[in-house]
């Protein structure tokens, strides 16, 4: 099994800047990539960014493009998520997630772990 550990949310102004970390821990070896979703009250569960475990690939929803940055470091097991230029519809719980099987990076059916999530509120 692999656990996850998110931590980095909070209350930040509109057009401020948040980093979000992911901390991986367990059976790290079978992971083949990581993302983030994030999940808005009353709404669905989304995709927002992903990152290939060897960090050669990396997606991201139309709606971050330009303003979110994802990284990660496999020596630390952590992955992170740099968002810059935060909107208000931003606002939501974020969670990690990890996939041990090959396939479309943003569907969410891929990932087999999650994280408990971690709140980013967007002021306006």
């Known amino acids: 099994q692999v656990q996850l550990v998110e931590s980095g949310g909070g209350l930040v102004q509109a057009g401020g800047s948040l980093r979000l970390s992911c901390a991986a821990s367990g059976r790290t070896s079978s992971i083949r990539f990581m993302g983030w979703f994030r999940q808005a009250p009353g709404k669905e569960r989304q995709f927002v960014a992903a990152?290939?475990?060897?960090?050669?690939?990396?997606k991201y929803a139309d709606s971050v493009k330009g303003r979110f940055t994802i990284s990660s470091d496999n020596f630390k097991n952590t992955m992170y998520l740099q968002m810059n230029s935060l909107k208000s519809e931003d606002t939501a719980i974020y969670y990690c997630?990890?996939?041990?099987?090959?396939?479309?990076?943003?569907?969410?059916?891929?990932?087999?772990?999650w994280g408990q999530g971690t709140q980013v509120t967007v002021s306006s």
């Open positions: 997630a990890s996939s041990r099987t090959r396939g479309d990076m943003a569907a969410r059916n891929l990932y087999d772990y």
């Open positions: 990152i290939s475990w060897t960090s050669t690939t990396t």
